[in-house]
């Protein structure tokens, strides 16, 4: 009879480490190569594009929107120069930018490039014009000039703070037990908008992600016969890539940068009515401030009182 229980209990083990084992094979089965995507979409990206329209898109010019921390990726118990917040940050914020609806992003990060092309283009076209007549060489099409922006925005990444928090759960009864490891790391932006003609900061905003990561783990150490000893482990790890963390906090920031500036008057809506919309007002909730608007007859903003 007793030998008969503890093949029961064997077959119990046996049976949830199976289902332990398939359910950790289906989670790394999942993050089998894949295909290329389209993109990665944030939580924020939906907010980011449902915001009411301008009156008019705004050009802005970013020369470089960078890494400003110094920071390595995190290695417990060894050094590493790899870089911990992605170097494409600028790409990021242009990219947000366009996809606001709000900002007409011109080249400046890649400007010596671009200037370098254009002389090109007007060497080439001297050199063609040798070989025309004056008349034909006034069909020749004229380079334009290149767009200015009347608005600058500057700012980076400010800050990365790892092991902000740390912890676990565990447990083992008669050799049988797992665990579960968490970790949170942060990374904060700063963005603001500069006047060109001026040079006054006309707003300024910041934003903060946490970066997530888990660990699970489960093994069995028994002997379930004499000298007959069971060991099973196996275990999946989850990190949140710190990339597509710096791209939320971007989004977050130009949406944040476009409504601050709807509030101050810096740059107007299309339709005045509109600062009435869910995507301000929820904004308005998340700073815990309650707003008043006030429109005259005409139905045009009068004021703003907070």
Same mark, same amino acid.
């Given at each position: ?109 890649? %400007? ?8 090109? #283009?007007?060497?080439? !076209?001297?050199?063609? /014009?040798?070989? @025309? $007549? &004056? ?55 700063? %963005? ?8 006054? #900061?006309?707003?300024? !905003?910041?934003?903060? /992600?946490?970066? @997530? $990561? &888990? ?92």
């Amino acid at each position: 009879m007793k030998q008969k229980q503890n093949m029961i209990k064997l077959f119990s083990v046996l049976v949830l480490a199976a289902l332990f084992l398939t359910g950790c094979a289906t989670g790394l089965a999942s993050i089998a190569t894949e295909r290329a995507t389209m993109g990665y979409t944030t939580a924020i990206h939906k907010d980011l594009i449902s915001l009411p329209p301008p009156e008019k898109k705004i050009p802005v010019a970013v020369y470089k929107f960078r890494d400003q921390t110094g920071q390595y990726k995190y290695h417990p118990s060894a050094t590493t120069f790899s870089t911990a917040v992605t170097q494409g940050a600028t790409s990021m914020l242009i990219k947000a930018l366009q996809d606001s609806g709000w900002f007409e992003p011109v080249e400046r990060e890649g %400007l010596p490039n671009l200037l370098t092309e254009r002389k090109i #283009i007007r060497s080439t !076209v001297e050199e063609y /014009k040798q070989h @025309l $007549s &004056k008349e034909e060489q006034k069909d020749l099409p004229v380079l334009p000039p290149l767009m200015y922006a009347p608005i600058m925005l500057e700012g980076g990444v400010i800050a990365y703070e790892t092991n902000v928090i740390t912890g676990g759960l565990g447990a083992k009864y008669f050799g049988v037990g797992g665990s579960v490891d968490v970790r949170s790391d942060q990374v904060t932006i700063y %963005l603001r908008a500069v006047s060109v003609k001026t040079g006054k #900061i006309l707003k300024s !905003v910041s934003v903060t /992600k946490s970066i @997530l $990561s &888990k660990g699970v783990d489960f093994g069995i150490f028994r002997f379930v016969r004499l000298a007959r000893l069971l060991e099973v482990e196996t275990g999946l790890t989850t990190n949140e890539p710190p990339q597509m963390c710096v791209l939320e906090a971007i989004e977050k920031a130009v949406h944040d940068l476009i409504i601050e500036g709807i509030l101050d008057k810096t740059w107007n809506l299309k339709n005045p009515e509109d600062i009435k919309s869910p995507a301000i007002q929820n904004y308005l909730k998340e700073k815990e401030e309650a707003i008043n608007v006030v429109f005259d007859k005409e139905g045009n903003l009068v004021k703003i009182t907070h």
